[in-house]
């Protein structure tokens, strides 16, 4: 396994220089483009890592997977979406086209960021502080890491630039489908984007997400089967946005990218497998995250098609 990992690292770290990080975001602009890393946790607990696997990051959009969890806890399957659709959109992960477009002004999936924003203001608790760290503390338990904390820094950067996301957040508000302070739950929305992670951390959510949310380290059941049945056909349909259709069919694992340079994976029944390379594909994809699990998918015949 180690030599395998290895030499898909060696694989993806050829692609790294077609791409570049998120400029957006200011602060994501400042990392190295050049750091490419991989954890691999089976679900049984064992692991392997190579690279720049011990790296902090952002998780940015890997969030989305866990605040979905949230929300379907807090308020139940039927009532996160009567407001949020099920389906692909084929466009950018921040476009506004479809919520003007389609009749029911509701986002398309909790994968893309108007579906997440409102996914956000379904979550509970007393104030968007209580919000947050119910939040964090998801996140240190399905990653088995209590130290996991944000970063200030990506958070006011992305606070004091996000218009896309505050635009898109105020259509929703419009047409009822967010409810509260629309700066309340973009206060939310980018500080779970601003988590700061490892591969290990993403690895060991994909590795939960693989065992049908048990841990594979305690053996505790964390999540509900039907959660992660959920959560993993979503990261199949939506997870890479409008390039989930060729992901599946090159790599063909669920996964879910972040703008921060992370990709977690989910091989069912197997492993989880998080990757880091922050130099970004025209979609907003980690390029040598991509080809890194496109090499170890295809010699590990990991697709589940
Ligand atoms: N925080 C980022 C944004 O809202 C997340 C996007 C992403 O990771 N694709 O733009």
């Not at 047409?175 to 591969?199: A, H, P, R, W």
Request: proline letters at 4%; one cysteine or more.
């Amino acid at each position: 396994m180690q030599e395998i990992i290895d030499r898909a690292i060696k694989h993806g770290w050829g692609y790294i220089g077609y791409g570049k990080p998120a400029a957006y975001i200011p602060e994501l602009s400042k990392v190295n483009p050049n750091q490419l890393g991989i954890s691999v946790i089976q679900i049984n607990g064992e692991n392997w890592n190579s690279g720049d696997y011990e790296a902090k990051f952002t998780i940015q959009s890997i969030s989305k997977t866990v605040a979905l969890i949230m929300a379907v806890v807090d308020r139940g399957a039927d009532y996160v979406f009567a407001k949020v659709g099920m389906e692909p959109t084929g466009d950018a992960f921040n476009s506004i086209i479809k919520l003007e477009t389609i009749k029911t002004a509701k986002p398309l999936n909790p994968m893309i960021n108007a579906g997440a924003i409102a996914i956000d203001s379904m979550i509970q608790g007393e104030s968007i502080d209580k919000k947050f760290e119910r939040v964090l503390d998801m996140f240190r338990r399905l990653c088995h890491n209590h130290s996991i904390g944000n970063s200030e820094q990506v958070y006011n950067s992305e606070k004091a630039t996000g218009f896309r996301n505050r635009a898109l957040a105020h259509f929703m508000k419009d047409s009822g489908i967010i409810e509260g302070e629309v700066e309340e739950v973009l206060d939310l929305y980018f500080k779970q984007c601003s988590v700061e992670v490892t591969c290990k951390d993403i690895a060991m959510l994909g590795a939960v997400l693989a065992g049908d949310g048990v841990s594979p380290v305690t053996g505790e059941r964390l999540l509900p089967r039907s959660l992660t049945r959920l959560v993993k056909t979503f990261m199949v349909t939506c997870g890479m946005y409008d390039a989930s259709g060729e992901f599946a069919i090159r790599v063909g694992l669920p996964a879910k990218s972040g703008v921060g340079g992370g990709i977690m994976a989910s091989v069912p029944g197997k492993m989880g497998i998080g990757v880091y390379g922050p130099a970004l594909d025209e979609k907003g994809n980690s390029i040598g995250g991509i080809k890194t699990l496109e090499y170890l998918s295809n010699e590990m015949d990991l697709s589940i098609f």
